[in-house]
């Protein structure tokens, strides 16, 4: 299975914005912002399925080479 690079880039972007707004929704929790930590939480959540989109395409997008059928 082949891979491309933008694909692996684009899940190591969401990857890093995952981690951003994890630290950023705890950031807002400490100093009781509840809504805004509503907010991030919901970034959060809206990026798992974009990233499991792209795992999908980028999964089905590689060759097949002749030992892999």
Same mark, same amino acid.
């Given at each position: ?12 972007? @969401? /990857? =890093?914005?995952? *981690? ?7 950031h807002q929790f400490y100093y009781e912002h509840y809504a805004t930590t509503l907010v991030y939480?919901?970034?959060? @959540? /809206? =990026?798992?399925? *974009? ?19």
């Amino acid at each position: 299975m082949k891979r491309s690079y933008v694909g692996v880039l684009l899940l190591c972007t @969401i /990857l =890093l914005l995952n *981690i951003v707004f994890t630290q950023l929704m705890v950031h807002q929790f400490y100093y009781e912002h509840y809504a805004t930590t509503l907010v991030y939480g919901g970034l959060n @959540i /809206l =990026l798992f399925p *974009i990233a499991l989109l792209i795992y999908r395409k980028e999964k089905h997008k590689g060759g097949t080479h002749g030992h892999e059928q």
